[in-house]
């Protein structure tokens, strides 16, 4: 197909239901609204009709502190799946009626939101909205912090805090496809310990324990740390000469630890970082190859997730004080309004990251051929969807 010269959709209401945060604050802030105006794609940006949302932690922060940069009002939602109902000037290969997911970084919660082409992927009919939502953030983090960011090697001894978590459970999984000689959690709380030791990981602790010296210094390869706080500390220590140690996030809260020059220098250890959304917004492209790998594992069937709650729009606000309740600290996972999903990846080789892929294609081909298998993960011990009431599936 050739590059749209000028919008195309088709009929639409002026007007969409929409959850919006008019305040900052509690899950309380959430408000229903029926009259909320249809936005319009611009150019390179295509108008998803939503039937699954995601619901992630990074939306709980930002309807409580403005993360991500927005200001209310605003409509959170960072993932969808849907369908194309309109797509701005310059836009190649997608089409009106395609099923689709979506990172979208805001605008989720609505029945229309609109996403950037580059970051914009084909959903096979095989792939229910739910499992189709659950795809854009989670699945191409863990790819990247294992393949492109942590170049895991056969033999591997990896160590994944947060392994209850949607992005921990998938670590786990795709730790062990990449052939690790072991893969170790850590959870919060031994409710947790059941849960993390059914998505690949050979050894699952409790974050007492490990800080408590229940993991050697210099131990692993390959150490993935989102909680920040003691747990970034011993996340260092763990760290074997040599080793890469990833960090994609500050769950617990805590104060960011300064790293100096001379402290990088005298650990001999490679430090990096992962930000999907600042990745979205500043190479895209680079996302979008990352991001088809990615998906293709979830074809195979070698990396699983499945959907546990599903929650009506309207609902938005319970469904967030489930991913974080009022009474709690903060948990580690994420959940869904309308979905939740799974993946795999493929084969890495170092140059494929700077060029364009056409994996995307062949991860619907395969997904056609093989069919997929579901069964759970999630940011934390489940995964919570809402469903668009008027779609089918």
């Known amino acids: 197909m050739s590059a749209n010269a000028d919008p195309v959709s088709r009929a639409?209401?002026?007007?969409?239901?929409?959850?919006?945060?008019?305040?900052?604050?509690?899950?309380?802030?959430?408000?229903?609204?029926?009259?909320?105006p249809v936005p319009e794609p611009g150019?390179?940006?295509?108008?998803?009709?939503?039937?699954?949302?995601?619901?992630?932690?990074?939306?709980?922060?930002?309807?409580?502190?403005?993360?991500?940069g927005v200001t209310p009002p605003?409509?959170?939602?960072l993932e969808v799946a849907g369908t194309v109902g309109a797509i701005g000037s310059g836009v190649e290969d997608i089409s009106v009626g395609d099923r689709v997911c979506a990172l979208t970084l805001t605008g989720g919660y609505a029945d229309v939101a609109l996403?950037?082409?580059?970051?914009?992927?084909?959903?096979?009919?095989?792939?229910?909205w739910a499992v189709g939502s659950a795809l854009p953030t989670i699945v191409p983090t863990a790819y990247a912090l294992l393949h492109p960011l942590g170049r895991i090697r056969a033999g591997d001894r990896v160590l994944v805090n947060a392994a209850a978590g949607g992005t921990g459970m998938i670590l786990g999984q795709m730790a062990k496809h990449a052939e690790a000689s072991r893969v170790t959690g850590i959870v919060s709380s031994p409710a947790k310990l059941a849960t993390a030791r059914q998505y690949?990981?050979?050894?699952?602790?409790i974050a007492a324990d490990a800080e408590s010296g229940a993991i050697a210094d210099a131990s692993f390869d390959l150490v993935l740390e989102s909680v920040g706080g003691p747990a970034r500390e011993l996340a260092r220590r763990a760290t074997a000469p040599l080793g890469r140690l990833l960090l994609y996030g500050n769950s617990g809260g805590a104060r960011e630890v300064e790293l100096t020059a001379a402290s990088l220098r005298?650990?001999?250890?490679?430090?990096?970082?992962?930000?999907?959304?600042?990745?979205a917004r500043t190479y895209p492209a680079l996302l979008r190859t990352i991001s088809a790998d990615a998906f293709a594992l979830v074809a195979s069937g070698a990396v699983a997730l499945d959907v546990r709650h599903v929650f009506?729009?309207?609902?938005?606000?319970?469904?967030?004080?489930?991913?974080?309740?009022?009474?709690?600290?903060?948990?580690?996972?994420?959940m869904s309004l309308v979905g939740a999903g799974l993946v795999q990846p493929s084969?890495?080789?170092?140059?494929?990251?700077?060029?364009?892929?056409?994996?995307?294609?062949?991860?619907?081909?395969a997904a056609g051929a093989k069919g997929t298998s579901f069964c759970s993960g999630s940011s934390a011990t489940w995964r919570t969807t809402w469903r668009n009431s008027s779609s089918p599936r």
Request: no cysteine; hydrophobic share 45%.
């Open 43 to 68: 150019a390179g940006e295509v108008a998803i009709e939503v039937q699954a949302a995601g619901v992630n932690f990074a939306e709980i922060m930002s309807r409580r502190v403005g993360y991500l």
């Open 200 to 205: 690949g990981f050979d050894d699952v602790l």
């Open 74 to 77: 605003f409509v959170p939602g």
């Open 312 to 334: 009506a729009l309207e609902d938005a606000a319970e469904a967030h004080r489930l991913v974080r309740p009022a009474s709690r600290p903060a948990r580690s996972f994420s």
């Open 12 to 36: 639409v209401d002026a007007s969409m239901r929409a959850v919006v945060v008019e305040e900052l604050g509690a899950a309380d802030v959430l408000a229903m609204h029926d009259d909320w």
């Open 347 to 365: 084969d890495l080789r170092g140059e494929r990251y700077g060029q364009t892929s056409s994996a995307i294609r062949a991860w619907s081909s």
């Open 115 to 128: 996403a950037e082409a580059q970051t914009t992927f084909p959903l096979p009919v095989e792939l229910d």
């Open 266 to 279: 005298n650990d001999s250890v490679l430090i990096g970082g992962w930000s999907i959304t600042t990745l």
